[in-house]
């Protein structure tokens, strides 16, 4: 009986980690337009002695969350940020600064792309 009690406790503290690690993975992204916005997000992932931060490069501002959060609040801020900043108009994501004037516009090319900006970002 102790036998299969190791065996349980065992695959049980395995199925919490691996269910830990998955939560702590950021979301998924499409590739081509992510590169595509990501020079206009201020926020960037920087490294520290004792894990990760999160830098808003406009106004020098450091984050500091957990290290198993990291991902998950970096992926809440760019989502923020693009609530904000980006407008989809048909197939054309447009992309604005601070003041609302457009900085710069991509073109979607198929309904992956698309879908990416409803679910990532709400738009």
Do not use: C
């Not at 916005?37 to 920087?46: D, F, M, N």
């Not at 020098?60 to 900043?85: A, F, Q």
């Amino acid at each position: 009986m102790r036998k299969y009690l190791v065996y349980a406790f065992s695959a049980a503290f395995f199925l919490l980690a691996l269910g830990l690690f998955i939560q702590g993975q950021p979301q998924d992204r499409e590739k081509r337009v992510y590169t595509l916005i990501k020079p206009h997000i201020p926020y960037k992932l920087e490294k520290k002695m004792a894990g990760l931060f999160i830098r808003n490069t406009k106004t020098d501002e450091k984050i500091e969350p957990k290290n198993s959060e990291v991902y998950n609040v970096l992926d809440g801020l760019e989502k923020d940020w693009g609530t904000t900043h980006l407008s989809l108009a048909g197939d054309t994501l447009n992309i604005t600064d601070d003041n609302n004037h457009t900085v710069d516009t991509i073109t979607l090319q198929n309904e992956k792309e698309r879908n990416y900006i409803h679910t990532f970002f709400g738009l």
